[in-house]
């Protein structure tokens, strides 16, 4: 129990066929690689694949709400039953985690979840993680399943995070793999195919998005294609994709769950000074919030953003927002506390 946490999350494009039925060739090669890992790991695996598994079940299909629940539905125990067949050779046992965005927004909840995948772990079971389609309301979706790595490496304190691509890595305009990324800015982000698989939700964008959470938070994380040649043993020696670093900080386990894990209900748009105080660790004030984008109430989680609405911080409110606005003129009232206060 004392290895370190690593989280593997395989998009749907990687794991399927051009046909977007699952790729049985790559889920055994993906297992055998998976079962080399897992003698220096505490692995969770976050694999999407249960609605290509199921739609084909599905008479016209066109992917609407009810079609992609009914088809999640009928595809999750194949994806399991698909896994568990080629992790058997090598007497790995594995479980369903279906993850809902409630799991992560309560922390007693959470907590459970962490003493589920421990007691997983000492019996040498890996978890695969999915998002619980079949229940999922809109509103609380994981935006797609690099947050739901995201959020369970950043939780769980992993060491690594591998988010499996159908690409190679990120790719620099002229097309070749970055090896290397120590701080995931604008001109990064302007390297991002903006187009996603046919087959996901997600994309570079997503990936590089969840990325910079996780580096924040102190966590490496690898972009890496599934489908090169022992990608998964490569991705963690660091030896392709693309690397992104982690930043270096001292962040609480309850402070990493608070900017990661936790339902953002609300907006605040600050001041340069207010972005500045925050930066020095110092409470947010009414005298420094420039309006409400969105309304929140004490006790919710909202976001904190600059003049030009780049987000700054997540808070736990102290003062609901209809508060703020009653009492604008109050320069002192104490919206967030600086304890209270995560810098992303």
């Not at 084909?56 to 009914?70: C, H, L, P, Q, S």
């Not at 896994?83 to 809902?100: D, R």
């Amino acid at each position: 129990m004392n290895k370190p946490i690593l989280v593997l999350k395989l998009g749907t494009a990687s794991i399927t066929t051009a046909k977007g039925e699952l790729d049985e060739q790559v889920v055994a090669d993906v297992t055998r690689q998976v079962a080399e890992i897992a003698k220096d790991y505490r692995l969770i695996l976050v694999s999407s694949g249960a609605v290509a598994a199921g739609k084909k079940y599905i008479k016209d299909y066109k992917g609407k709400i009810a079609e992609r629940k009914a088809a999640a539905s009928i595809g999750n125990p194949l994806l399991l039953s698909t896994y568990s067949k080629h992790f058997l050779p090598y007497h790995i046992s594995i479980a369903q985690s279906l993850c809902e965005r409630q799991h992560f927004s309560n922390r007693r909840q959470f907590l459970q979840l962490k003493e589920t995948y421990e007691e997983l772990w000492k019996n040498g079971v890996i978890p695969i993680a999915n998002e619980n389609d079949v229940v999922s309301s809109l509103e609380l979706k994981f935006s797609d399943n690099d947050e739901l790595a995201t959020l369970l490496g950043v939780g769980f304190g992993a060491s690594l995070i591998l988010l499996g691509t159908s690409v190679p890595g990120v790719l620099d305009r002229g097309g070749k793999v970055i090896d290397k990324i120590n701080s995931i800015n604008n001109d990064i982000f302007s390297l991002a195919d903006k187009n996603k698989s046919d087959l996901g939700l997600g994309g570079m964008i997503s990936k590089l998005t969840f990325a910079h959470l996780a580096t924040v938070m102190g966590i490496k994380v690898v972009i890496f294609g599934v489908r090169t040649t022992d990608g998964i043993i490569n991705a963690v020696q660091e030896k392709t994709g693309t690397v992104c670093i982690p930043k270096q900080g001292n962040i609480s386990a309850r402070n990493k769950w608070l900017a990661s894990g936790s339902l953002v209900t609300g907006r605040l748009m600050v001041d340069d000074g207010a972005c500045e105080a925050i930066r020095k660790r110092k409470s947010l004030l009414a005298v420094g919030v420039l309006s409400v984008i969105e309304k929140f109430s004490d006790g919710e989680i909202f976001e904190i953003t600059d003049a030009q609405q780049n987000i700054v911080a997540v808070a736990r409110a102290k003062t609901s927002s209809d508060t703020l606005i009653e009492n604008s003129k109050q320069r002192n009232l104490e919206i967030a506390n600086a304890s209270d206060i995560v810098i992303l």
